[in-house]
């Protein structure tokens, strides 16, 4: 009864969102804006401003060409409670448990009662103690993708972009009463005798039927396929771009929850868990230029309120016979996100801070990101980039991230970026462009 729930994260967040053909704590997911703390309101490139802010897309030089982002893709997992090791250690004890009650026949109490009794006692007390150690535990994951050709003109330049962005939570639902139960069978004889006797004649599902504890895994993937509109206006001697992406936005929603000795990480994917929605969305920017070296920029994406129900799942006590129904709302709201930056040929650097907070499932806290970055190119085919990213309401891990970018005779661009943060918090991006 193997249960490989420590990659639940990872392939919710990646493998399933991945085979749906589809990002972080933003939106999107760019390699080198990412390695830069997730800033890029008032840093990104032309040729990925309709990943993040769509004004940018108008800030193209007059020997810009047609940019082609073929992808950009970007991971992240935060398990500061280790419950990847954790759960699978509960899987582990849960089949000893079985294994102690299958293995008991009536020979084995008659021949030796108290060797036969002291390993179900033993099997039982281990099993009470992974579950007190893994109540209240969660891991999380995100994963994104981007696929962008933008084409910048002098009058307005046009973009199309189909982007995506996963999240997935993992979590245990530990039952006191189950604990309570196997402490009963732990330390008296005369209740673990009892029990023993019903797996004798019953099974162990007999006495299993008595775990109520469940575990839990909630994923949303979130598809977006636009066309950006940006253009340049001079106000008052200021360089000011405006850009808007109206966009097709797809949701697709899973909601796994059952026994936590019946969690298996591939059933995630089984169509009675998920819940899919299809609506319209617009993402919108601003972009200012003071000087020849400082960018100001804000940035909306998300900005029509969407709220949508994954499945109803149920599930029967099997010792009451009662039925608790697990459902969530997944919440799509504006992330509204101002940006400041300032640049040379050498050096980049750039700061970013969210003035709306990032939603999610409502049984979850929600965050608000701040970031700085910086980027040096000392060759013209080499930038190196560093950065800082921190939630302001605690509730998510700060980062530290870094990443280096290649430009071989400026037409294909490869970026590459990791982070690493408190609470065992880690990823990895990487981005394929191409300038014609």
Known sequence: MKKNIKYSVVSAAVSL???????????????????????GV????????VLINPALLAKSKPDDDVSVVIPSVGAQIT???????????ISNQIDSYRNAL???????????????????????????????????????????????????????SFAFVTKAYAHAVVNSNIDQNDIDYLRNIQNSNAFAVSQAGLAVLNGSDEITKNLNSTASGKA????????????????????????????????WLYNYTTSIDNYHSDDWKKSKY??????????AGIAADFGENWTVGLSGQNLMSRDIDTKDVRITNGDT???????????????????????????????????????????????QYVGVGAEVTPLSWLAVRAGYRADVK????????????FAPMNTVHVDLMGLYGQNETWGAGAQLSLTF
């Open 17 to 39: 969102f991945m085979a749906n053909q589809a990002q972080a704590a933003n939106t999107w997911s760019e390699a080198r804006n990412d390695a830069m703390g997730g800033t």
């Open 42 to 49: 008032a840093s990104a490139n032309y040729g990925s401003a």
């Open 79 to 89: 398990d500061k409670d280790n419950l990847r090791d954790q759960i699978d250690d």
């Open 102 to 156: 299958d293995n008991i026949t009536p020979m084995d109490i008659f021949r030796n009662p108290v060797g036969t009794l002291n390993q179900f006692q033993s099997a039982a007390g281990d099993l009470a103690n992974q579950m007190e150690d893994l109540r209240g535990k969660t891991a999380r994951g995100n994963a994104g993708a981007g696929i962008a050709v933008s084409v910048p003109t002098s009058a307005v």
């Open 220 to 251: 949303a993937i979130v598809s977006d396929y636009g066309v950006a509109i940006a253009r340049k206006f001079d106000i008052g001697g200021v360089p000011v771009s405006l850009g808007v992406t109206p966009k097709l936005q797809q949701t």
């Open 274 to 283: 998920r819940n899919d929605d299809t609506g319209f969305n617009v993402d």
């Open 321 to 367: 016979g009662v039925t608790t129904n697990y459902k969530d709302t997944y919440q799509i709201r504006p992330l509204v996100t101002a940006g400041v930056a300032w640049h040379t040929d050498l050096v980049t650097l750039s700061a970013d801070g969210d003035l709306t907070e990032t939603k999610g499932f409502k049984s979850e806290d929600d965050s």
């Open 394 to 405: 605690g509730n998510d891990s700060n980062v530290f991230t870094a990443g280096v970018g």
